[in-house]
Nanobody
Framework: QVDLVESGGGSVQAGGSLRLSCEAS????????MGWFRQAPGKGREGVAA???????FYADSVKGRFTISKDGAKKIAYLQMDNLKPEDTALYYC????????????????????WGQGTQVTVSS
């Protein structure tokens, strides 16, 4: 099994930054894609960003140029650097992972597929 532990959520002013982290255990980063989804009140779940074992990345159009996904050198933690945050970014953010998936495939995961973290709240005030 894969265990995911998230941290880094919080409240910031519009234009500010946050850095989310997701520590993974129980598998090898060499064969797993990791990414982030978000769920805003009254909205559907949205794939935000993903990175796969080949270090290819994917970003939703709404966050391109503002968010950056990366892994640490030991390939144990995935990060989501969020800059120039907007009120529209307010949501519960979930880390997700899948075995032998591309970053694009990870963004289509259903909630009963793959592995998921507990979620971390991001709130952006105007």
């Amino acid at each position: 099994q894969v265990d995911l532990v998230e941290s880094g959520g919080g409240s910031v002013q519009a234009g500010g930054s946050l850095r989310l982290s997701c520590e993974a255990s129980g598998y090898s980063y060499s064969t797993i894609a990791m990414g982030w989804f978000r769920q805003a009140p009254g909205k559907g779940r949205e794939g935000v960003a993903a990175v796969d074992s080949d270090d290819a990345t994917f970003y939703a159009d709404s966050v391109k140029g503002r968010f950056t996904i990366s892994k640490d050198g030991a390939k144990k933690i995935a990060y989501l650097q969020m800059d120039n945050l907007k009120p529209e970014d307010t949501a519960l953010y979930y880390c997700a992972a899948g075995l032998t998936l591309s970053c694009r495939r990870l963004m289509s995961l259903q909630f009963n597929e793959g592995y998921w973290g507990q979620g971390t709240q991001v709130t952006v005030s105007s």
